[in-house]
Each structure stands twice: as structure tokens, then as C-alpha cells.
């Protein structure tokens, strides 16, 4: 794998940086950047926001729901018990466990989302430089084409990285 | 105070974990030492019986339920408070966000320990789940006990994933600068975090779900708690406030509990910089409210309960008023109202000193609420012929204190392994100051050229 990227001290440098690169041609899928922290006033930190993730933690609490009230309407049923009175399948009592259960289901819907839709976990690319951890933003181009590594290294040249570097394969 | 560099902000904050210092491992020294002591007072009880605490006709919960609620009611500190203060975008939250969460994982983890010390047997413990089985335990589903089983467990890993999730980015800047071994294990545990706008956006929306899943749930959580108590017909306990009173207390033994902490982590940690007199000032103003709601709760209870006048519920009343438990309802009042009320509302007293003092009271206040509401219902139960009292002797004692010890020495231990305050949120909210800011300054220096 071959790539060339640009550290940058400032996350302004950072966006420079990104729209060089959008002119010189590279479409936006092609860009990685990564941050220390989330940079979302940035143009760069903009994009990929749209996220299923509230409909998927929605559907987790409407299955927890439905196994609880299952789990507690059939046992119920299987192993009928007088308690106090009471009916046999108590609807009342029973709403404080299919509660939980939702809440449960939509907790865990939203982190096994969080972890398919981020991709981790993942192992860290060769490129990944430990800088970023500094605070410096990395802006790159993974498997540039050939013929325009020239237009890439400038693109990011021209925004004034404090450190440049090419990836061999 | 000028706030510190994104840079410097990082070593600060990430050194207790990078550098372990003597004081480190004497502190652990010590509080493992009154673990061990609490753990083989647990052993001692299980291997003489119940015979050798306090626990006797007709008071059988006593010093361990108490513990088991305070505890409880100490977790609220964390998840709930800082899912209220994510929601509502609250800026200074940012220190305060882990400090929280991480009291209510390990408050938690305790409290849910204090059943199975009472259960005398705990290897036994499996016969409290209800599943069908030729003992005859049937799956009974009406049993506010196994309501909290439920509830416990959604709460317990709704704020071990809600504590989890924005640690990621945390343990990849530890995974950046450690080497050998300890690189090895964060590179693990950071799942190979980049971050790459995408996943900082999806943590930021998980971060957000998760908020709003985890609120009702630590209300519940108490709820069912309460639950416990006003679902069984015994004098003082069968009452339809104890839902939301004891959220609210819960609430209140919370945030003195993070005071508490917060205080401690400056000190010994060296956070001048990250925890403000702002942070304490905040969190005291919510002291006070949650003070004056206690009053306000305590009132209407006490109110209803005399003038209904009911016998078998005036014997308890009276019990704490003026007879055997007042000198400790008193004390309750003193530390929950009277004493926080003038050190957070008069400005001249208005400190950290202050409202941390105010806060152990309100620890202190809140645990003898615990036992205020437990035992002198069970010890004037029905007819006096059943009446009876409660001593609690040592190995309850040495258990409790051992559980504060468990508490300070999970959290140390913590403190070696992840930063105590969030990096990433913290550099995240000192970047857009800084943009704002500029954006003044622009504006300012447009302005003039106008």
C-alpha cells in the first residue's frame, strides 16, 4: 500500500490542506483525515453525518421489548403462581421488566452500531502516524494514482505541513 | 485562570497514568489492607453464621440493606448526572463527565455485593434467580427483588458501556505515547481508534443515544429500589412517595459523593487547572436543590404520616422523633438541611472548602436516612409483642468501612489505568473557546476598522 500525507499543526492548515486537495481533484472518499479530537466546524469534519444509529436503537428497545414480554407472559403462563390475588400473567408488575429489557436493547443496538458503522474494532493502518496523538490533524491520500502523487504532495505542501510523508508499498 | 495549552493539557492529565509515583502504591497498600480486613470479616460471618452480627428478631435487614441502598443511591452521582449535563450541552460538564461515571460503575459494582453478604451462604446466591427447578423456586416475576435484579444489571452495563465508549479515543492517546507492554495492551483496548470524522461523529451520536437510554434507567433504577420497601406492607414503608423520594435522595448522596471525589482528585492529582472553583460552585448550586427537595420530600412524608395518624405507623413516627432513633433523625437533619442550607446559599461562606464540607455531611446524612428508613420500621412492626431493637455489631461495622475502602482503592486503581478526565472532550471544548474567541476578536477588530 502507498500513501502520502501531511501533518498539520492547526486544524485551519488541516482544511487548507483538504480543499487543495479537492481541487486538485482527489473526491472526498479518497481523503483520510484523522484528529485527536472532533474537528466538525471544519469542512473536513462534516461529511458522513448521516447515521441510522436512532432507528437501530429504536428497534433494539422494540425487541427487548418483545422478549421480555415474552419471557414474562409465558413463564407466567407455564408456571402459573397465586401471589396476593393477583391474575396469573400480571401486566402491571410485568411493565417493569419489559422497561428494562427495552432500555437494555436499545443500549445495545446503539454500541453494536457505533461499532459496525466506525469499524472498529480494526487494526491501525500502516500510515497511521502517532503524531496525531500531539494534537497535529493528519490529512492524506491512501493509494494515490500514480500520475498525480506530484498534484497530492503539492496539494499538501501548499498548506504548510510540519511534517510530510511519502508511504511506500 | 488561563486555561492550559491542548498539548500540555494532555501530559497533565495523562501523567498520573504514564508515572507512578510512591504515594501510588501506599495508597493501595493501605486500602487493600482494609479490603482484605472487610473480605475475611466476610468469611468470618459466613463461616460462624448470621448469629455473630447484630441481625435479630424481627429486625433481619439492618446495616447491610443500608449499605446496599446508600451505595445505590451513591451511583446516581455518576451516569445520571452526567447524561443530564451531555443533553443539555452543558460546557463545564467536560471535567466533570468521568469522575461521575466512573463513581457510578464502582458504587454500583458495591452495592450489589451487600445482597449476597447478606445472604449468609452467598455460593447459594444462584438460588435467587428464578428459573423453574425441582426446589420448587418458581419464576416469580411480581417480586420487587427480582425487579431489581433486572434493573441493577441494565443499569450496571448501560454506565460500564456509557463510561466505556468515550474512553476509545483516551486509550488510543495513551496507546500513542506508552511503549513496550503497556503499548501492547492499549493498542488492544483502543480498538484501533484513528479518529477519522466518522467515528467521531458515530461515538458522538452513540454518546447521545446512550444518554437518553441511560436517564430513565437510573430513575428506575431507585424507583425499584424503593420499590423494595413500599411494596410490603410494614409501617412507614407502604407509601406512594418513595419512588420519587428516593430518586431525589439518591441524587443528593450523588453529588456530595462527587464533590467529595473531585475535591480529593485536585488535591492529590494535582487538578487546579481542569477542576474549577466554576465545577464546585456548579455542582453546589445543584446540591442546594437537591437539598431543599429532600426537605420537601421528607416533609410531605412525615406530614401525611401524622396526620393519618395510624397506630402501627405513628409507633415508628414517634420512634424517630423524640424516642430511641430521634438523636439520628436529628443528626439527619442537621447534615442534610441545616448545615448544607447557609454554607451554599451565603456568598461569603460560598467555597470549595464549603460545599465539600457540606457534601460529607450530606454523605453522612443520607447513610443514616438509609438506616432511618429501614431499621425502626422492621423494630416497631404490628403489636409491641413483636417490637424489638438493633445493635449493629463489629463485623457489620468492619464490612462498611471496608466497602469505602474498596471504593477509594477501585478508584485509584483506575486512576493508573485510564486519565480521569476525559482528554479529548477536554481539547475538543478548549478548541471551540479558542474559535469563539477569535471570532470576537474579529469581529472587535472589525469594528474599530468601521
Redesign the interface.
Known sequence: MKAIYGLYGE?AAAELAYKELRRAGVSENEI??????????YE??????T?V??WI?AGGAALGLSVAYLL?SL??Q??P?N??G?PTV?NW??I??M???A??G??TA??I??FV?????????EF?D?L????KTFVGVRNPPQASTSHIEQALRSAGPEKLRIVAS | MTPPAANTLAEDLLAPVLQTTRKFYVAVALLGAVVLCGLATWGYQMYNGFGVTGYNWPVYWALHETNFVFWIGISHAGTLISAILRLVNATWRRPVTRCAEVITVFALMIGATFPLIHLGRPWLAFFLIPYPSERGIWPNYRSPLVWDFFAINTYLLGSVLFLLLPMIPDLALIRDRASGWRHRIYRVFSLGWQGTPRQWHRLESAMHIMALVILPVAVSVHTIVSFDFSMAIVPMWHSTIFGPYFVAGAIFSGVAALIVVMAILRKVLKLEQYLLPLHFQNLGKLLLLMSLLWGYFVFNERLTTWYGNSPHEMNVFWSTQNGEYAPLFWTMVLLNFVIPFPLLTVKKLRSITATVIASCGVIAGMWLERLLIIVPSLARKGSPYSWGSYTPEWPEVVIMVSSFAAMALLYTLFSKLVPLISVWELKSGEHSRRKAAARVQDVETAGELI
Open positions: 486544524p483520510t483525515v484523522m484528529s485527536s479530537e472532533p474537528l466538525e466546524e473536513f469534519g462534516r461529511g458522513n453525518r447515521t444509529m436512532p436503537a414474562t413463564t407466567q407455564s408456571w403462581i401471589t396476593g393477583m400480571t408488575t410485568n417493569i421488566i422497561f428494562e429489557l432500555m437494555l436499545a443500549a446503539t454500541v452500531t457505533l458503522s466506525a469499524r472498529l474494532p480494526r487494526r491501525l493502518p497511521y502517532p496525531i496523538s500531539q494534537g
